[in-house]
């Protein structure tokens, strides 16, 4: 990611942290990790790693991994990084969220229906890191949604904009 982006993404995780701190609502390390949907053909999803257990013997301990994202955390996420590609009458769906587990890092791929300009349009990103730290490989807006064939090959890593 470019240093360019990274300033305004960085500003609005800080934002978003802000928010739920200041508004008591800080997620729990207990939340659960946001499932993929049933649509997803991938079959060799990235299993999560087990507790880290105390050891007896006084062993340094493990660092505690960051606390997994809420479906709620990744659409909003999503939705702030792409506001700035629509107009300003543009109106999310939140609820009609698509979420997919990936084969590649970042982990997940978030899709978000969206409405301007009369048009039935999606925006899709990609979100690894943590909730606090937020990885965003590629985000953008459409006046169109994808096609299942090029969801299936974001969810598979491939023809990200590269070669």
């Keep these: 990611m470019t240093s360019a982006l990274k300033a305004p993404l960085l500003a ?3 934002m978003l942290l802000a928010a739920m701190t200041l508004s ?44 997994a994202f809420t479906e709620s955390e990744l659409v909003q996420i999503c939705i702030d990084v792409t506001t700035s590609a629509y107009d300003s009458d543009v109106v999310f769906d939140p609820a009609g969220a698509r979420i997919e587990q990936r084969a590649v890092s970042p982990e997940w791929l978030v899709l978000v229906p969206a409405q301007t300009n009369g048009y039935d349009g999606e925006s899709v990103c990609t979100i690894g890191g943590s909730p606090a730290d937020p990885d965003i490989e590629m985000s953008s807006g459409s006046i169109q949604p994808l096609p299942e064939e090029q969801i299936q090959r974001l969810i598979r890593g491939e023809n990200e904009g590269g070669d």
Excluded: D, I, L, R
């Design 12 to 14: 609005v995780a800080f």
């Design 24 to 67: 008591g609502c800080a997620p729990e390390a207990s939340e659960p990790k946001p499932t993929p949907s049933s649509e997803q053909t991938s079959t060799s999803a990235p299993a999560s790693p087990p507790p880290a257990s105390e050891s007896p013997t006084g062993s340094p301990e493990q660092p505690e991994t960051p606390p």
